[in-house]
């Protein structure tokens, strides 16, 4: 009869070893509720400790989301992804992926050179954008009739996506696949059905990347464009407003001029969706990615920031988007924030006033602008902006809420 060998003790460094790994893994586990018992319970904080892009968040407890269990899941997530100790694991797993030339985001697409892409841009869901044609008709309508009832004409500036102006960076093929291109045509031809001024911004664009190969219109790895994207654009938007019936309702031309640069190296908003080693912190403008590794640094970018001035009498006159009286007023989104309307301002030789909510889709400043109006704001002109990519958004699922 054979017998099996007898199993050697283990030996003190093995023991160390088992424990070791067994405490670390208990440590582990335990350490996202520990995080906010001691964060929210015992020092009473009600932000999270830690904030990034990628972080969901619950929705607020009801009876129904209660009674089905489905609230306590979100709510887990929620918890995890703000825990700093799982934040730092799961940002340093994705940089490894990354830098083995893996990314994996559901959000992003990695294109050529480090271009970075909104997924839903660069493969959007026509379907959706199909079914929602009449109600986007029912809210263009309405925004006109809005407008034209306070006594002003309404101008749309369509903002195509960063696919479309790169197409080479994000698709293989270098070209926009069929479901994708003719998107924004269509929603220029909705827009001339309706009498709504407007013009092909998608076309300057290209023409200005044409004139100046050079010069990147867009960041790589932010979903937003520069300066000078934002320049070419306004240029094309002051082109078709005082070449067009339009001009009639504007008084002349001032002096409107750049004023000064604010330089900052920053984080794009692509990069923190990415799931890499960012954090968001406050700033004037809502919040900013900061970086929190090597990695993440080296994909910041230089942003800048014009000034401008109305010089009158002598004088040089700072230009905030405030100005009460102002003939124009433009009703944007995160894109005017990026030297968008000043951009128009520069374009037109006039001061605008700026409405501006965060949103691609445009539809939370059109119904800031809304009710301006309703409260006696009345411009001559309304320019209301918004983005491609945000009539794929939910907010656009019903408007005119």
């Known amino acids: 009869m054979t017998h099996a060998a007898a199993t050697p003790p283990q030996s003190p460094g093995q023991w160390a070893v088992r424990w070791f790994a067994v405490v670390a893994a208990a440590l582990l586990c335990a350490s996202v509720p520990l995080v906010h018992l001691v964060w929210h319970g015992l020092l009473g904080h009600a932000a999270p400790p830690i904030r990034s892009r990628g972080q969901s968040t619950a929705p607020a407890p009801t009876a ?12 887990e997530r929620e918890l995890r992804e703000a825990s700093p100790i799982a934040w730092r694991l799961r940002s340093g797993w994705l940089e490894l992926l990354y830098r083995a030339g893996l990314p994996r985001s559901p959000q992003v697409h990695v294109g050529r050179d480090e271009w970075f892409f909104l997924a839903a841009t660069v493969v959007p869901d026509r379907a959706r ?20 009832a306070a006594g002003a ?12 102006v790169y197409p080479e960076f994000a698709y293989g093929s270098g070209a926009l696949p069929p479901g994708k291109a003719a998107v924004y045509g269509d929603v220029l031809a909705e827009l001339a059905e309706l009498g709504i001024a407007t013009t092909d911004v998608a076309a300057a664009i290209a023409a200005a990347r044409r004139a ?10 932010d979903t937003h464009w520069r300066p ?5 654009a306004a240029r094309a938007a002051a082109a078709a407003i005082e070449g067009g019936p339009l001009a009639a309702r ?35 403008r809502g919040t900013h990615a900061v970086p929190m590794s090597l990695l993440t640094a080296r994909l910041a970018e230089p942003r800048d920031y014009h000034g401008i001035v109305l010089r009158e009498d002598g004088r040089a006159l700072p230009l905030y988007g405030d100005t009460a009286d102002a003939e124009i007023v433009v009703a944007g989104t995160s894109f005017s924030e990026e030297n968008g309307w000043k951009a128009l301002s520069l374009a037109l030789g006039r001061p605008v006033r700026a409405v501006l909510e965060r949103g691609a889709g445009g539809t939370a400043p059109a119904r800031e602008l809304l009710r301006l109006l309703d409260a006696g704001l009345r411009p001559r002109l309304v320019v209301w902006e918004f983005v491609e990519r945000g009539l794929f958004e939910d907010e656009w699922q019903d408007p005119l809420r």
Not at 257 to 280: F, H, K, N, P, Y
């Open 129 to 148: 954008f199909d079914q929602r044609r009449e109600v986007r008709r029912r809210f263009f309508t309405a925004v006109r009739d809005r407008v034209r």
């Open 64 to 75: 129904t989301n209660l009674l089905d269990g489905s609230w306590m899941p979100q709510k």
């Open 212 to 221: 100046a190969p050079a010069e990147e219109l867009w960041f790589r790895r």
């Open 228 to 232: 000078f994207g934002a320049l070419a």
């Open 153 to 164: 004409e309404l101008f749309v500036w369509f903002v195509p996506d960063k696919a479309r």
């Open 250 to 284: 504007l008084g002349p031309r001032r002096d409107v001029e750049l004023a000064g640069t604010e330089s900052i190296r920053m984080v794009g908003d692509l990069t923190a969706l990415l799931g890499l080693a960012t954090v968001e912190e406050p700033d004037a």
